[in-house]
């Protein structure tokens, strides 16, 4: 069986910069969720896809439709892990201090985050008993970063050769085959 996992296509949005309140930090998700994709060609190897599965975000869905001519089935289990405010404050922190702190906030099961580890890590398997009693053998997943990540770890524990960058390509393929 062969898994290929591939990140949306760049996003559209801007960069911050400038330090962020709580508030701002969440607004900037909401930004992101909402922006256009910036399409280029991709590799997807000389395998013969014979489905692919796509997360529910703009991003990803306008991805896999310019990506894969195909049955695309769209799905909540392959979202990207949110990352909203660790705590409610004006205090201005970077974007990329805010981030951590997220998910640090989503790795110690935090209220402030809407899913925790253990709950990813629940979809992820759940995702992956679907995905292999779907009865194809070679399957195309549009994902995000972080999500991919941690599919990826779930994937090599259940038996799959395959590697993934740490901070995952867009509109890179990520190849896992199984023994």
């Not at 996992?5 to 607004?27: C, I, M, N, Q, W």
């Not at 599965?53 to 001519?69: E, G, P, Q, V």
Request: charged share 20%; net charge positive.
């Amino acid at each position: 069986m062969n898994i290929g996992l591939v990140r949306h296509f760049k996003v559209d949005s801007p960069k911050y910069t400038k330090k962020l309140s709580a508030k701002e930090f969440g607004d900037t998700q909401v930004l992101y969720h909402s922006s256009d994709i910036i399409k280029h060609p991709v590799d997807l190897g000389n395998i013969k896809w014979q489905i692919c599965y796509s997360s529910t975000l703009k991003r990803a869905k306008d991805t896999a439709s310019y990506i894969f001519n195909g049955e695309i089935i769209t799905t909540d289990l392959i979202v990207e892990v949110e990352a909203s405010p660790a705590f409610n404050t004006k205090l201005k922190l970077s974007f990329f201090i805010w981030h951590v702190l997220a998910r640090f906030a989503w790795l110690f099961g935090h209220k402030s985050q809407q899913e925790n580890f253990k709950e990813t890590k629940s979809r992820c398997r759940i995702f992956l008993n679907q995905i292999i009693n779907s009865g194809k053998q070679n399957i195309l997943i549009v994902s995000h970063g972080f999500f991919m990540r941690e599919f990826a770890k779930i994937l090599i524990r259940s038996g799959f050769y395959g590697k993934i960058d740490y901070a995952p390509k867009n509109a890179h393929l990520y190849l896992f085959t199984s023994k």
